[in-house]
């Protein structure tokens, strides 16, 4: 391999140091964690400065990723499709859990549904591409809302209101508030007839690189099916897989 190459693929390297856990770094670090001279990482730096792939925080006198890899981020973000990048994670929850997996959108005051991989079973609920479901009622529509912001909540209900669905459906709004911030503490939210007579489903969120929620992905089918026994490892599954597609969208867990 040519100088040049290796100097290259270094230079990869020391990019490739800075993550959620090491926002920052300063020159002996990088030289400490690469096994570099530290005049060598010095030089990287100044290309790096100079071509605002690293900046300088002045207070820390520590380097951390700059402009243009923010950029060059955006880029690859946007040509990766939500629906190519979620689908083999969808087909795989399907598979385990037996249940029908569904990826829903952000859509102004909805969620779209966008994609579905049905249940294996001859027996089985499912929710159609296309169909559009109220953020208050159903578990795809509150695991976005508890993100959303306040002020956002609020004009949906001054502007939509609080529909009765069908039995379980909540339609106050301390109710409602206070199940969105039980989802937010624990991650996931869940619906029993809250849309569907009989129906149940378990739903988490999805973020991107902005850190805004702009979907959910949930497993869906009768309630007596969803909230059986192994409740909680479908929502670890569920979990585990949000972040997942979150991380190839490019977000960064704080």
């Known amino acids: 391999m040519g100088k040049s190459f290796v100097s290259l693929e270094k230079a990869i390297q020391i990019l490739s140091l800075f993550d959620a856990e090491n926002r920052e770094l300063s020159a002996q670090e990088i030289s400490e964690k690469l096994s570099i001279p530290l005049s060598t990482t010095y030089n990287y730096i100044k290309v790096f400065i100079a071509n605002k792939f690293l900046e300088k925080n002045e207070i820390t006198n520590k380097f ?73 009622a159903g578990a795809p529509g509150k695991a976005v809302l508890a993100f959303k912001s306040r002020s956002f909540l609020h004009e949906m209900i001054q502007k939509r209101g609080l529909d009765k669905m069908n039995k379980n459906t909540i339609t106050n709004v301390e109710e409602l508030e206070q199940e969105l911030e039980s989802i937010r503490t624990q991650g996931f939210s869940t ?48 979990k585990e897989t949000a972040l997942k597609i979150s991380a190839e969208l490019g977000y960064i867990k704080g």
């Open 191 to 238: 619906s029993n007839s809250e849309v569907d007579l009989g129906a149940g489903s378990l739903s988490v969120p999805i973020f991107d690189y902005n850190t805004h929620v702009i979907a959910s992905i949930s497993l869906v089918g009768s309630a007596e099916s969803i909230f059986r026994e192994e409740k909680q490892e479908f929502i670890a599954m569920l």
């Open 64 to 136: 951390c990723l700059g402009f243009n890899l923010f950029k060059l981020g955006i880029l690859a973000a946007k040509n990766n499709s939500l629906i190519e990048i979620t689908r083999p994670h969808l087909i795989s929850m399907a598979e385990r859990s037996q249940e029908t997996a569904v990826l829903t959108i952000s859509d102004e005051m909805d969620v779209l549904c966008v994609d579905t991989i049905e249940s294996p079973r001859l027996v089985k609920l499912t929710i159609k591409n296309g169909v559009r479901l109220p953020l208050h």
